[in-house]
């Protein structure tokens, strides 16, 4: 069964930075996409990030090119989510998710979620 754990977040001042894990488990992800997407309140989730997981070919919100970087770690099947010069607008939870085949799609389609975590920027 496949899991997805995410942890890393907080509250953060406006310009700060924070980064975001998710440990992925449960089967193997070469063939799989991985991605961040994030929800503030009345809102809906929009894509943030994702990224290959055998090639690492990435792709990114316009909103956060510049100033997201989404990174794995084979070893530790371990997803993560670099974030800097954050603003409030970057206020929502964040959620981890994985699709199979590994292409990279910007809608919700994906297979698996993991449960989120609170990233909060005060001005």
Do not use: H
């Amino acid at each position: 069964q496949v899991q997805l754990v995410e942890s890393g977040g907080g509250l953060v001042q406006a310009g700060g930075s924070l980064t975001l894990s998710c440990a992925a488990s449960g089967r193997t992800f070469n063939n799989y996409a991985m991605a961040w997407f994030r929800q503030a309140p009345g809102k809906e989730r929009e894509f943030v990030a994702a990224i290959v997981w055998m090639r690492g070919r990435t792709g990114y919100a316009d909103s956060v090119k510049g100033r997201f970087t989404i990174s794995r770690d084979n070893a530790k099947n371990t997803v993560y989510l670099q974030m800097n010069s954050l603003k409030p607008e970057d206020t929502a939870v964040y959620y981890c998710a994985a699709r199979a085949p590994a292409v990279i799609v910007t809608s919700t389609a994906y297979s698996y979620w993991g449960q989120g975590t609170q990233v909060t920027v005060s001005s």
